[in-house]
């Protein structure tokens, strides 16, 4: 039971590449959502989504797209990545119990130079 | 609009010295409240969920109570390890997608 798979831990782009953060959950959880951690700003909502095939904004869309085709995978791709881009991206996933929190991955490390 | 402020934003204690952290909040309506323990480089680690004020929930030298406007994270006789960040985060009523509301965290440190 691997959890909440975060790939890759680390990655540099330059301003305008895209590029497509990966996550994935053993867990069958419906509920996935991404995060973004910026120093003295605190973990803001990008995108999230209730199931299969649904998705929603969250507070800081702008920028990033998601998709959902499967419980299991809820990839982030940036479309063009600009320097205020650079952050630390948490995937987490719910069963949609409270009582259970969401559980989060390890993390992405983006730096866009 | 939903707000949540973590006070202090860092909190130096020495081992065996008990405090606790704050967390106000705003919110129109609350689903639930929940404590998570960052370290450094790793994703926050769920501990806690309160639900209504009044409540109490209770892990090892943790304990987490509830009221109206605010929450409180009990540290009894920390220990070194405990040092690490620790975030609060809201759930409103009105959020279809359980989506949680961050504070910015506190950062304890616990030394020998």
């Known amino acids: 039971n691997a959890g909440v798979t975060q790939t890759p831990k680390f990655q540099v782009l330059k301003t305008g590449q895209s590029m497509t953060l990966q996550c994935a959950q053993d867990m069958n959880h419906e509920y996935m959502s991404w995060y973004r951690q910026d120093p003295g700003m605190g973990l803001r909502l990008i995108h999230y989504s209730v199931g299969a095939g649904i998705t929603d904004q969250g507070e800081v869309p702008n920028g990033y797209n998601v998709s959902r085709s499967t419980t299991e995978d809820f990839p982030l791709r940036l479309l063009s990545a600009a320097p205020s881009q650079t952050s630390v991206y948490f995937c987490a996933s719910s069963l949609g119990s409270l009582s259970g929190g969401y559980t989060f991955g390890s993390g992405t490390r983006l730096t866009v130079v | 609009e939903d707000q949540v402020t973590q006070s202090p934003e860092a909190l130096r204690l020495q081992e065996g010295e008990s405090s606790s952290l704050n967390c106000s909040y705003t919110v129109s309506g609350l689903r639930g409240l929940f404590w998570y323990r960052q370290d450094p480089g790793k994703g926050p680690e769920f501990l806690f969920t309160?639900?209504?004020a009044g409540e109490e929930k209770e892990k090892e030298r943790l304990k987490a109570t509830l009221t109206k406007k605010e929450s409180f994270l009990h540290i009894t006789a920390p220990k070194p390890e405990d040092s690490a960040t620790y975030l609060c985060a809201v759930q409103p009523n009105s959020n279809s997608g359980y989506a949680l509301n961050f504070g910015k965290g506190t950062s304890l440190l616990v030394t020998p």
């Open positions: 309160l639900y209504s």
